[in-house]
């Protein structure tokens, strides 16, 4: 069973730098992504960003150019540097993974962790 083990969350004020950190454990696949989502009270749960075991990144238009995803693979630890936090950021932040098997994909999710910026 695979393990999503989340840190880093808090309050900051608007400007401010935040790093999440988010360590799986019980994996065997070699090839997947890791990433974060976020979800703010009374919106969707949307992606923030994600990285495969490749190197390949993908942001949210939002973030781009203040986030910075990278992952540690001999760790299976992935990071989320958020810098110039805003106040929209503000919601729940997951960290997830998706394994690739050969004809299946297993996602999994951490338990969250709370950002909140104040203007």
């Known amino acids: 069973q695979v393990q999503l083990v989340e840190s880093g969350g808090g309050l900051v004020q608007a400007g401010g730098s935040l790093i999440l950190s988010c360590a799986a454990s019980?994996?065997?696949?070699?090839?997947?992504?890791m990433g974060w989502y976020r979800q703010a009270p009374g919106k969707q749960r949307e992606l923030v960003a994600n990285?495969?075991?490749?190197?390949?990144?993908n942001y949210a238009d939002s973030v781009k150019g203040r986030f910075t995803i990278s992952r540690d693979s001999a760790k299976n630890t992935v990071y989320l540097r958020m810098n110039s936090l805003k106040p929209e950021d503000t919601a729940v932040y997951y960290c997830?993974?998706?394994?690739?098997?050969?004809?299946?994909?297993?996602?999994?999710w951490g338990q969250g962790t709370q950002v909140t910026v104040s203007s």
């Open positions: 019980g994996s065997i696949f070699s090839i997947n992504a």
């Open positions: 997830t993974r998706v394994d690739y098997g050969l004809d299946v994909e297993y996602e999994y």
């Open positions: 990285i495969t075991s490749g190197g390949s990144r």
